[in-house]
Structures are given as C-alpha cells and as structure tokens.
C-alpha cells in the first residue's frame, strides 16, 4: 500500500482507513498542525525552464538550422536566454550548427568540427 499517496495525504489525511492509526504519533499529539513554512507549488513562469521549452519549441517546428537571430526573439532577457541556450547545449538537447545556428540534436547529419557534415 502506498501509505502516503493513497492514505497519508498532507491535505486530507484519511485516518479511519489508515492501518497504522493507532501507533500515530500525530494523532497521539492533537493533530496539531505544523508550525513550519508550506510547500509553495514551484513557479514556471519567469524560469530558464521557460525558456528553454520556448527555445525548444521554435527549434521543434523548423525544418532545419534556426538562425540565433530567430531565438533571439523568444525571450527579452539576453542573458536568461544565453543561459538557457547553452544550458540546453550542454545537456545534449541542441546542438550548433555553424557560428550561428542551431538545431535539435540528431536531427541532421553529424557534424564535425571545423570540417564537413557526414552524411
Ligand atoms: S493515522 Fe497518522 S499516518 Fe495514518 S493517515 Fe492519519 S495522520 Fe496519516
């Protein structure tokens, strides 16, 4: 049994079908309820997680290498936008192409530094 997803939520614990309710040291105590901060749900708006599925998303929808000129126009924030480009290189989700473009990665012929495309 998944205790704590099915039985033992922080919301709505159900207490009357919970197999271990007569050792609950929570319920022992009052049922007070917990002094310490709340799980904020976690912002997406505004995050290099944001931009990075913009990113992702106009390079999704071309049909080849995507002038940097083209993902420049995603996000305002050059650097937030720098950042999340390569952050996006780095983790192998992109690759350049060129000085100046880029593209999903895989999706072409490989490329080799300073030299021409395989095929
Ligand atoms: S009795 Fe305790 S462990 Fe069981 S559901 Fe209630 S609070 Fe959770």
Redesign the pocket.
């Known amino acids: 049994m998944e ?1 704590g997803a099915l ?3 922080a919301r709505s ?3 009357a ?5 007569a050792v ?4 022992a105590s009052g ?1 007070v309820a917990p002094s310490g901060p709340s799980r904020r749900p976690q912002r997406y708006a505004g995050t290099d997680r944001q931009v990075r599925g913009l990113l992702l998303g106009v390079l999704r929808e071309a049909t080849g290498p995507v002038p940097r000129q083209r993902l420049d126009q995603v996000w305002t924030d050059d650097v937030q936008r720098s950042r999340a480009l390569a952050g996006l290189v780095t983790d192998g989700l992109v690759e350049p192409v060129g000085e100046a473009s880029f593209r999903l990665a895989g999706d072409g012929p490989a490329l080799l530094p300073d030299g021409p495309t395989l095929a």
């Open positions: 205790l039985v033992c939520t614990p159900r207490c079908e919970c197999p271990v309710e609950c040291a929570w319920r049922r």
